[in-house]
């Protein structure tokens, strides 16, 4: 029988999941198939009842029903509780699902190695995206900024998940800030609005962008240029979502593979 996968959300359309799933699935042998499931606000649990009676073995969660997926399950990791979010839920049986948040071990995978003695990293933007970045941080002991255009909102955020010694200050003052930085993520919505920031010289430090494709590109084009060391957020894309067929299916897929699969989709379709 065939095993149903998928991620739920809204707007789910452009996804790039079923792409990176789908290629494991074929790869691996399994059976089974990976499915973008469009579902409103509001509607969420309905979605699950549904499941519940298709054979489903686990479902990836976006927005806006990260935190809704964490209320919704019966067990969930200290993670997912921690950051209040989960973007990975799997099917128990009956009506009882588990919640994990493979957030924080992808962007940790995408980053690479960290040197708590060394690193110090400027978290740009205080929404969704950032908590589970900055508590991925925070836990390897990465001393931390966080910079928002609400300062309220990165006092929060700190105050949450940050460790002691976590700052918070006005998206403004990144000049500043970024002098002494050795890893900047920038977690903010502004390349949707064609914004993006002017960078001193990067002398190879890390510039990691949450967006990818269209989005990100002109900030990292700029990054680059000025001599920092970019990445994009499909790198991160693809490892969450294999930390979660890993929890699965009990095997780690080819991330290399999963990242050629969403360049060659992002070319066919810009
Ligand atoms: P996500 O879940 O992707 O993090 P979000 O929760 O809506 O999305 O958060 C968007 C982030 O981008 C916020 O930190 C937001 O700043 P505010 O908290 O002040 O709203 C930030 N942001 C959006 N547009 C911005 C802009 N033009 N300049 C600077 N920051 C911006």
Request: aromatic residues 6%; proline residues 3%.
């Amino acid at each position: 029988m065939t095993k149903l996968l998928g991620v739920i959300g809204d707007p789910i359309a452009h996804s790039l999941s079923p792409v990176i799933h789908n290629g494991w699935l074929r790869d691996m042998g399994f059976n089974a198939v990976y499915e973008a499931m469009q579902v409103p606000e509001g509607e969420f649990q309905n979605a699950l009842k549904t499941l519940e009676n298709r054979d489903c073995l686990g479902i990836n969660i976006t927005l806006p029903h990260k935190a809704n997926a964490l209320r919704c399950a019966s067990e969930a990791s200290d993670t997912a509780q921690r950051i209040g979010a989960a973007n990975t839920l799997t099917f128990r049986g009956g009506n009882t699902w588990r919640a994990d948040n493979t957030d924080v071990p992808g962007f940790i995978k995408a980053l690479g190695a960290l040197d708590p003695d060394r690193d110090r990293a400027v978290v740009l933007g205080a929404g969704g995206s950032a908590r589970a970045i900055v508590h991925a941080l925070s836990v390897h002991g990465i001393e931390l900024t966080i910079l928002n255009r609400t300062v309220s909102k990165a006092e929060a955020l700190a105050h949450d998940l940050g460790a002691r010694g976590t700052k918070a200050d006005d998206i403004d003052q990144y000049k500043d800030y970024l002098e002494s930085a050795t890893i900047v993520i920038n977690t903010t919505s502004m390349g949707y609005g064609g914004n993006s920031l002017e960078l001193p010289i990067g002398n190879n430090r890390t510039f990691f962008d949450i967006s990818y494709g269209k989005i990100s590109a002109p900030q990292l084009e700029h990054a680059a240029a000025r001599g920092w060391q970019v990445k994009d957020g499909l790198t991160m894309l693809v490892a969450q979502a294999a930390f979660s067929f890993e929890i699965w299916f009990g095997e780690m897929p080819d991330l290399a593979a999963g990242l050629n699969r969403c360049r060659a989709a992002l070319r066919a379709t810009s």
